[in-house]
């Protein structure tokens, strides 16, 4: 096996690789099938190094906005509580679940701009009772929801 490495310059933050501007190595593989084709990163040019140097400033105020921007939706959520009623069995057993898209359909419908990969919840929940939700609004940024799973009338 080669253990050749690819030099990448990220174009985004990549959970778990990097920040924007971080240069990597990485199997070429991964940066061929995975970020290339989806925009996260750059071949690691000496050129694309020195057009991201020059664009830096900007790339920082974008991302000092962002992370305010997070800051103030997570200021705003501390006190969100969603309810939903569902039907269930005897033992609480939901017929269907809460997903995700539930979870951000009622945000949108209060107000809230939140996107659906901000949303953290591992499985949907299938069960009545009190959750609660993390939202992952930025890098450093996250807030928490609370939410009530009842049982809905016949």
């Given at each position: ?99 995700k ?8 419908a ?45």
């Amino acid at each position: 096996m080669s253990s050749a490495k690819t030099k990448v310059l990220l174009r985004i933050d990549v959970p778990h690789l990097g920040d924007a501007g971080a240069v990597k190595d990485v199997a070429p593989g991964f940066a061929r099938n995975y970020l290339f084709p989806r925009g996260l990163a750059a071949r690691a040019t000496p050129a694309a190094i020195e057009a991201w140097t020059k664009r830096q400033s900007s790339v920082a105020k974008a991302r000092e906005e962002k992370i305010n921007g997070a800051r103030e939706l997570s200021q705003k959520l501390a006190g969100v509580s969603l309810s939903f009623a569902k039907p269930a069995n005897d033992e609480g057993l939901l017929f269907g679940s809460v997903g995700k898209g539930d979870i951000l359909k009622s945000l949108k419908a209060c107000g809230y701009a939140v996107a659906k990969e901000e949303i953290v919840l591992p499985s949907a929940l299938k069960k009545t009772g009190d959750y609660e939700i993390e939202l992952q609004l930025a890098p450093s940024v996250t807030a928490k929801i609370k939410l009530t799973i009842g049982v809905k009338p016949s």
